[in-house]
Nanobody, 117 residues
Framework: VQLQASGGGLVQPGGSLKLSCKTSGYNLDYYDVGWFRQAPGKEREGVACIRNDGNTEHLDSVKGRFTIARDKANNMVYLHMNSLKSEDTAIYYC????????????WGQGTQVTVSS
């Protein structure tokens, strides 16, 4: 089982990006998938998650701007990011855990998001 994140890049403030997480070997009916980010000099934080039942949660600072979604048929999880701010600059990671676990134990490689003019 593995995760592969992609879609990062350089975008101007106010712009949009869509991050993709390809999940291989997972049945998303039994796993939660989350997006996390880590900015230089800061701790990693959870940005959004989509649970096995489809319910979602978003970090307060991204609510209304970011949306997590999934395509179960293609084993993909997305993070749609709009109205990007400089403070969203970070390496973004996707991670997965079994639905009854409290620990995300499988991580993809990060994808860099840079918001700058």
């Amino acid at each position: 089982v593995q995760l592969q994140a992609s879609g990062g890049g350089l975008v101007q403030p106010g712009g949009s990006l869509k991050l993709s997480c390809k999940t291989s070997g997972y049945n998303l009916d039994y796993y939660d998938v989350g997006w996390f980010r880590q900015a230089p000099g800061k701790e990693r934080e959870g940005v959004a998650c989509i649970r096995n039942d489809g319910n979602t949660e978003h970090l307060d600072s991204v609510k209304g701007r970011f949306t997590i979604a999934r395509d179960k048929a293609n084993n993909m999880v997305y993070l749609h990011m709009n109205s990007l701010k400089s403070e969203d600059t970070a390496i973004y990671y996707c991670a997965a855990k079994a639905r009854y676990s409290s620990v995300y134990n499988t991580w993809g490689q990060g994808t860099q998001v840079t918001v700058s003019s």
